[in-house]
């Protein structure tokens, strides 16, 4: 499988890692049933599905993928700050 990374062009998949799915992650403070909800109740539906995967072997950009998980068509790539999904960062502690 080939991911066309927006800053770097097309790649071989092995320079991507994959981050899960592409949800809308609970804020750091949530509670720990929120986090088990998002993190283990999930469905794992087959067909169309938006992907959270990093260029770890690249640039480093953060992305979000479109790909059929059925045939693994890739019918969208782009970065995960325009398509509206924060990667969360803990905060430093003084």
């Not at 991507?16 to 609970?26: D, M």
């Not at 750091?28 to 770890?56: F, I, K, M, P, S």
């Amino acid at each position: 499988m080939r991911i066309t990374c927006p800053i770097c062009g097309e790649r071989d998949m092995r320079e991507f890692t994959y981050r899960g799915a592409a949800l809308p992650t609970p804020p750091l403070e949530a509670d720990v049933e929120t986090w088990v909800d998002h993190v283990h109740l999930r469905e794992n539906a087959a067909g169309v599905l938006r992907e959270l995967w990093q260029h770890t072997m690249g640039c480093g950009a953060w992305l979000v993928v479109t790909r059929n998980t059925i045939t693994h068509e890739i019918l969208d790539v782009v970065l995960a700050e325009e398509a509206g999904i924060g990667i969360p960062v803990a905060e430093e502690q003084p």
